[in-house]
């Protein structure tokens, strides 16, 4: 399956993003003047924001929620409830399918 250019970009943004993310905690421990720090940091979170919201416009709704909730710390040890109900669904519509016919 060919991805289209405004998933592969989205994509390449939302890890841009998460790479400045990274890098704040760094920035304070690097050798250089306090307010060069300050700008570099105000600078680095703002791109990062930007860079993270625009990669999910293009992306989309759908898959932006789901690139998301992997970021979330709180869904990494979650046991996926989804198949199940795939296979329910399926289910339901052989059975619809079946008394239909």
Same mark, same amino acid.
């Not at 890098?23 to 060069?36: E, M, R, T, Y």
């Not at 992997?70 to 296979?87: D, M, Q, R, S, T």
């Given at each position: 399956?060919? &991805?289209? /250019?405004?998933? &592969? %970009?989205?994509?390449?943004?939302?890890? @841009?993003?998460?790479?400045?993310?990274?890098?704040?905690?760094?920035?304070?421990?690097?050798?250089?003047?306090? &307010?060069?720090? *300050?700008? *570099?940091?105000?600078?680095?979170?703002?791109?990062? $924001?930007?860079?993270? /919201?625009?990669?999910?416009? @293009?992306?989309?709704?759908?898959?932006?929620?789901?690139?998301?909730?992997?970021?979330?710390?709180?869904? /990494?040890?979650?046991?996926?409830?989804?198949? $199940?109900?795939?296979?329910?669904?399926?289910?339901?519509?052989?059975?619809? %399918?079946?008394?239909?016919?």
């Amino acid at each position: 399956m060919q &991805k289209n /250019w405004k998933f &592969k %970009t989205g994509i390449v943004l939302i890890i @841009l993003s998460v790479m400045l993310f990274l890098s704040l905690p760094v920035i304070p421990f690097l050798s250089i003047d306090s &307010k060069v720090k *300050i700008t *570099i940091s105000t600078i680095a979170f703002i791109l990062a $924001e930007v860079t993270f /919201w625009t990669g999910g416009i @293009l992306l989309g709704k759908e898959l932006f929620s789901k690139y998301k909730s992997y970021l979330n710390p709180k869904n /990494w040890h979650k046991k996926k409830a989804g198949i $199940e109900k795939v296979e329910e669904s399926d289910k339901a519509r052989a059975d619809r %399918t079946y008394m239909k016919g």
